[in-house]
């Protein structure tokens, strides 16, 4: 299809896929006020994250979720961080070492495969990236056969359904799509958490 001005001019289950923000914004993920802005001290609660935990962090940029993730599953556990853009996986291996949080782990994927080993993921998540992946359902297979049987995948997009949130609409998804394209895969929906001000938190776990 004709590209819109935020699309790749791909279809998949009904939406067009949003363009990925490169590396240059890097700032917008670092910016002082994404922490009132989206609560991200909630979003990590609302994970409910165990010391020893192994989590993945799909698309983690410069690594502003991961570094909070990793305080939440020590002692013992580690947070693998990945970026299909090297120059995002630079900045996220800088400020992790700053930070003195040898649990964070860079990994490089690609735009089909998280490149995770089968069955080695507690929990998988992803902050407003899902509706950029180029291949949806490539990726997402690659992440379920990253998590270990009865892993979770964490979905936290902005809500298409509130039109106050102030995001553009291609960087939006419903609950319902969210649910529509994870039950093509080994999925069965959990709980969906309300409590972010502009996001849906959707959960699900790996049948078996």
Do not use: C
Request: hydrophobic share 45%.
């Amino acid at each position: 299809m004709p590209a819109s001005a935020d699309g790749i001019g791909k279809r998949y289950m009904g939406r067009e896929i949003a363009g990925v923000m490169g590396w240059q914004g890097a700032g917008w993920l670092e910016r002082p006020e994404r922490e009132r802005e989206e609560r991200t001290d909630l979003l990590v609660a609302a994970l409910q994250l165990r010391p020893g935990d192994v989590v993945a962090d799909i698309g983690a940029g410069t690594g502003y979720l991961a570094r909070r993730i990793a305080l939440a599953v020590m002692p013992g556990g580690k947070v693998l961080a990945v970026d299909v853009q090297p120059e995002m996986l630079r900045m996220l291996e800088s400020m992790a070492r700053q930070a003195g949080l040898t649990q964070v782990k860079p990994s490089l994927g690609t735009e089909t495969d998280v490149k995770l080993a089968p069955s080695s993921v507690d929990l998988a998540v992803m902050v407003d990236v899902y509706h950029e992946l180029a291949y949806p359902h490539e990726v997402l297979g690659s992440i379920v056969r990253a998590l270990k049987p009865g892993g979770r995948l964490v979905f936290v997009e902005y809500r298409a359904e509130d039109p106050n949130v102030p995001i553009k609409t291609l960087h939006k998804m419903s609950e319902a799509q969210i649910k529509r394209e994870a039950a093509a895969h080994a999925l069965d929906w959990e709980r969906t958490v309300g409590t972010l001000p502009w996001q849906h938190v959707v959960v699900f776990r790996k049948r078996g």
